[in-house]
């Protein structure tokens, strides 16, 4: 086994760099220099060295001097279908990465291979008294095969695997929210405010590090063990040894969560943070930060019942290897019913697998987001960009603050950014609410004597005739010769 530098994907547009002791918010000229100290090292001296610190370093098991290339996961494709256009999803049905093409090639092929095997089979080498036999069964599975309700179970199902999978989405622990709070409300710009503000903020990262770790096969292949954690930077020697000391069977995610909040008070008594208020909504953050937590490693731990699964799979198995048999074109002579015709090549049968099998891939890839398909959420990326923000945010940019100037818009009344030329067309006049097209009314106000007779009002009173004429939308007008004339409609019933 050797240390050897692994490619990573840069996040900030550049081309791809070794992870060798590289983190992803290192400029481009330190990557540079790393990369050239490592180009002349030899694979003796990195045997040597090999269980050293380094930082985020990346065991590799393979023997190789090139870098491996990158493995991006989540497949965007938002810019390909901005606007609806003729044939607007055309283009993503040419892609491959992510795509159901990829997911399902191997069953398509295999059940393409068997169709093919037992047809050839019928043809060519049964007797005429097996032809007929064959024949029957057929006839048989493609009647009962039907009565498989393969698209009211499995559309239930993957309805059921979405909506899990968006819900672990949305739920994500994300730092932006307690980041704000703790730079804002953690006081002090000598060295040990910046120390409570970063241990804060690192005790936030560890929390969610710890579930990722049990949730997902990327981060765990990533940090293996609790000294890993501890060479990426994210836990301390000290800290390690207080949190190997807890003796509890269950997973201890929550003892950051702990820490995080005797170091909170810790720093209300001190006057870092100035009254109860603040820390109470710094407690209610991380509490909510912790909830998300909590919730990714409780779908994790409780999943769709296995045996809704299993149903599932027997259903579109099953119903798929009857038509292996059902589907087969037989002898036209025999006269069968639905058999005029010898095709050869069930196109239908085959589109009919495509569509059924492909939605219950979907359902294999979207029930558990947190391995290493194509569109399984990159929980890595989502490590390295909340350590980076979220420091940044507490660190440097802690009463950082611009100095204030007087915007262009100073002594204007009526700011109005301006548009480029491509986007003059989107420049639009300020909806004032659909009545505004009715144009003028009569709005004359009726007083007193100008009130309409008691008799005109008795004659208004609502009939069959007056509720059509209402359902076709059609204005009634006074017929009185000495008051002006008026439009009105009820809303009595």
Same mark, same amino acid.
């Given at each position: 086994?050797?240390?050897?530098?692994?490619?990573?994907?840069?996040?900030?547009?550049?081309?791809?760099?070794?992870?060798?002791?590289?983190?992803?918010?290192?400029?481009?000229?330190?990557?540079?220099?790393?990369?050239?100290?490592?180009?002349?090292?030899?694979?003796?001296?990195?045997?040597?060295?090999?269980?050293?610190?380094?930082?985020?370093?990346?065991?590799?098991?393979?023997?190789?001097?090139?870098?491996?290339?990158?493995?991006?996961?989540?497949?965007?494709?938002?810019?390909?279908?901005?606007?609806?256009?003729?044939?607007?999803?055309?283009?993503?049905?040419?892609? +491959?990465?992510?795509?159901?093409?990829?997911?399902?090639?191997?069953?398509?092929?295999?059940?393409?291979?068997?169709?093919?095997?037992?047809?050839?089979?019928?043809?060519?080498?049964?007797?005429?008294?097996?032809?007929?036999?064959?024949?029957?069964?057929?006839?048989?599975?493609?009647?009962?095969?039907?009565?498989?309700?393969?698209?009211?179970?499995?559309?239930?199902?993957?309805?059921?695997?979405?909506?899990?999978? +968006?819900?672990?989405?949305?739920?994500?622990p994300w730092p932006d929210r307690i980041m704000f709070l703790i730079s804002s409300?953690?006081?002090?710009?000598?060295?040990?405010?910046?120390?409570?503000?970063?241990?804060?903020?690192?005790?936030?990262?560890?929390?969610?590090?710890?579930?990722?770790?049990?949730?997902?096969?990327?981060?765990?292949?990533?940090?293996?063990?609790?000294?890993?954690?501890?060479?990426?930077?994210?836990?301390?020697?000290?800290?390690?040894?207080?949190?190997?000391?807890?003796?509890?069977?269950?997973?201890?995610?929550?003892?950051?969560?702990?820490?995080?909040?005797?170091?909170?008070?810790?720093?209300?008594?001190?006057?870092?943070?100035?009254?109860?208020?603040?820390?109470?909504?710094?407690?209610?953050?991380m509490n909510r930060y912790r909830s998300w937590c909590s919730l990714l490693f409780?779908?994790?731990?409780?999943?769709?019942?296995?045996?809704?699964?299993?149903?599932?799979?027997?259903?579109?198995?099953t119903f798929f290897f009857a038509c292996l048999i059902g589907r087969q074109f037989?002898?036209?002579?025999?006269?069968?019913?639905?058999?005029?015709?010898?095709?050869?090549?069930?196109?239908?049968?085959?589109?009919?697998?495509?569509?059924?099998?492909?939605?219950?891939?979907?359902?294999?890839?979207?029930?558990?987001?947190?391995?290493?398909?194509?569109?399984?959420?990159?929980?890595?990326?989502?490590?390295?960009?909340?350590?980076?923000?979220?420091?940044?945010?507490?660190?440097?940019?802690?009463?950082?603050?611009?100095?204030?100037?007087?915007?262009?818009? +100073?002594?204007?009344?009526?700011?109005?950014?301006?548009?480029?030329?491509?986007?003059?067309?989107?420049?639009?006049?300020?909806?004032?609410?659909?009545?505004?097209?009715?144009?003028?009314?009569?709005?004359?106000?009726?007083?007193?004597?100008?009130?309409?007779?008691?008799?005109?009002?008795?004659?208004?009173?609502?009939?069959?005739?007056?509720?059509?004429?209402?359902?076709?939308?059609?204005?009634?007008?006074?017929?009185?010769?000495?008051?002006?004339?008026?439009?009105?409609?009820?809303?009595?019933?």
């Amino acid at each position: 086994m050797l240390l050897l530098p692994l490619c990573t994907p840069s996040h900030q547009g550049h081309a791809p760099f070794m992870a060798f002791g590289i983190s992803s918010w290192q400029s481009e000229e330190e990557r540079k220099a790393i990369i050239s100290d490592l180009k002349d090292t030899s694979l003796e001296t990195l045997e040597k060295e090999k269980g050293s610190r380094i930082s985020l370093g990346v065991w590799v098991t393979k023997a190789e001097e090139q870098a491996q290339p990158a493995k991006e996961m989540t497949v965007t494709y938002s810019s390909s279908v901005a606007n609806a256009t003729f044939f607007g999803f055309h283009r993503l049905l040419l892609k +491959w990465k992510g795509s159901i093409y990829k997911l399902l090639y191997r069953e398509f092929l295999v059940f393409i291979t068997l169709y093919t095997g037992i047809s050839v089979l019928y043809r060519f080498f049964l007797t005429g008294r097996q032809k007929r036999f064959f024949e029957k069964l057929s006839i048989y599975c493609d009647q009962y095969a039907e009565q498989i309700p393969v698209t009211f179970v499995l559309g239930f199902y993957v309805t059921l695997v979405v909506n899990r999978w +968006w819900n672990q989405f949305v739920n994500l622990p994300w730092p932006d929210r307690i980041m704000f709070l703790i730079s804002s409300n953690v006081q002090g710009q000598d060295e040990y405010g910046r120390l409570l503000r970063r241990t804060l903020m690192r005790y936030v990262n560890l929390t969610s590090l710890l579930i990722f770790r049990s949730v997902s096969t990327a981060v765990y292949k990533r940090f293996p063990t609790m000294d890993h954690v501890v060479e990426a930077g994210f836990m301390t020697a000290d800290e390690k040894k207080l949190f190997d000391k807890l003796a509890s069977p269950h997973l201890k995610y929550w003892v950051p969560f702990i820490w995080f909040g005797n170091l909170a008070v810790k720093a209300r008594k001190e006057g870092r943070i100035r009254d109860s208020v603040d820390l109470q909504t710094l407690m209610n953050e991380m509490n909510r930060y912790r909830s998300w937590c909590s919730l990714l490693f409780g779908y994790d731990w409780v999943g769709i019942p296995l045996v809704y699964t299993q149903v599932v799979t027997l259903a579109v198995y099953t119903f798929f290897f009857a038509c292996l048999i059902g589907r087969q074109f037989l002898d036209p002579d025999q006269g069968y019913n639905g058999h005029e015709l010898d095709l050869y090549i069930p196109v239908f049968t085959l589109l009919q697998f495509f569509f059924y099998a492909g939605w219950l891939k979907v359902a294999e890839q979207l029930i558990n987001p947190f391995g290493e398909d194509d569109d399984d959420f990159e929980t890595n990326w989502c490590i390295d960009r909340n350590l980076q923000v979220s420091l940044l945010a507490v660190d440097e940019m802690h009463m950082n603050l611009p100095k204030m100037e007087k915007d262009i818009y +100073w002594n204007d009344t009526s700011a109005r950014p301006p548009y480029t030329l491509a986007a003059a067309d989107y420049c639009i006049p300020s909806f004032l609410g659909s009545t505004i097209e009715m144009g003028q009314v009569d709005a004359e106000f009726l007083h007193g004597e100008q009130w309409p007779w008691e008799e005109e009002k008795f004659r208004r009173q609502p009939s069959v005739l007056r509720r059509v004429k209402r359902f076709l939308s059609v204005h009634e007008s006074s017929a009185s010769p000495t008051k002006g004339s008026y439009s009105r409609q009820t809303t009595e019933a």
